[in-house]
């Protein structure tokens, strides 16, 4: 069965440090989607990325990056010089296929950032 | 832009109330999901349909049902509302053939 584990319940930063957080997943499936969602105080999920299962290549997008790890079936975030206004519920999640479309996701319990001034 | 709507940001209701929470999406999506958030569990599907008029458990059904008579529509009932259902209730949708995954913004659901 699909599992996403995410061990940081809560993480606390001073702005400017660096963050990483950490995702490991569990599937039998060869093909499947990963995704990260932020989710601030107001409640709505905020997409950030879905990374397919046949592509490793890190990515970067301004201050945030991610690192797919097949070898050790892990997706950690990491937020590079973090500033208050990433203060968040992290969540990561893990999408069967069923046929050629998204199944339903997995999401992991979340992880509490918060970066203080 | 696609949108999933929940027809409600915060709910009041009572303990043994019949509830529904309504969800639509404007984009002709086949599979629609509903999801509950509690602090510490993360998000757990409830209830998921392909298509219409047709309905999936999830990993935590008891307590709810759901209808979906139209493409566009698709309702999460509680038949008996009870205090351990108070929580934050997230409605998604996804069209077939995509990688993407559209959330509503949720409903805070307090039972009293």
């Known amino acids: 069965a699909q599992k996403v584990t995410q061990a940081q319940t809560e993480i606390s930063v001073v702005e400017k440090e660096d963050v990483t957080l950490d995702c490991v997943y569990e599937?039998?499936?060869?093909?499947?989607?990963l995704f990260w969602y932020k989710q601030p105080p107001s409640g709505e999920l905020v997409f950030l990325i879905r990374?397919?299962?046949?592509?490793?290549q890190n990515e970067i997008s301004g201050r945030y990056s991610w690192n797919f790890q097949k070898s050790t079936s892990s997706f950690n975030f990491t937020i590079t010089a973090s500033q208050v206004v990433d203060s968040a519920v992290y969540f990561c999640?893990?999408?069967?296929?069923?046929?050629?479309?998204?199944?339903?996701?997995?999401f992991g319990r979340g992880t509490q950032l918060t970066v203080w001034p | 832009d696609v949108k999933v709507t929940q027809s409600s940001r915060y709910l009041v209701k009572r303990t043994g109330e019949k509830v529904f929470l309504e969800c639509v999406q404007d984009?002709?999506?086949?599979?629609m999901f509903w999801y509950r958030q509690d602090p510490g569990l993360g998000l757990r599907l409830i209830y998921f349909?392909?298509?219409?008029?047709?309905?999936e458990k999830g990993d935590i059904p008891e307590g709810y049902s759901v209808s979906r008579e139209k493409k566009e529509r698709f309702s999460l009932i509680l038949e008996s509302a009870s205090t351990n259902q108070t929580s934050m209730y997230l409605c998604?949708?996804?069209?077939?053939?995509?990688?993407?995954?559209?959330f509503g913004d949720g409903t805070r659901l307090s039972i009293l």
């Open positions: 349909s392909y298509d219409v008029k047709m309905k």
């Open positions: 599937t039998r499936d060869t093909t499947y989607y």
């Open positions: 990374r397919n299962s046949f592509d490793e």
């Open positions: 984009m002709d999506h086949e599979n």
């Open positions: 999640a893990l999408s069967e296929r069923r046929g050629s479309t998204l199944g339903r996701l997995y």
């Open positions: 998604a949708s996804s069209p077939t053939g995509a990688r993407e995954v559209f």
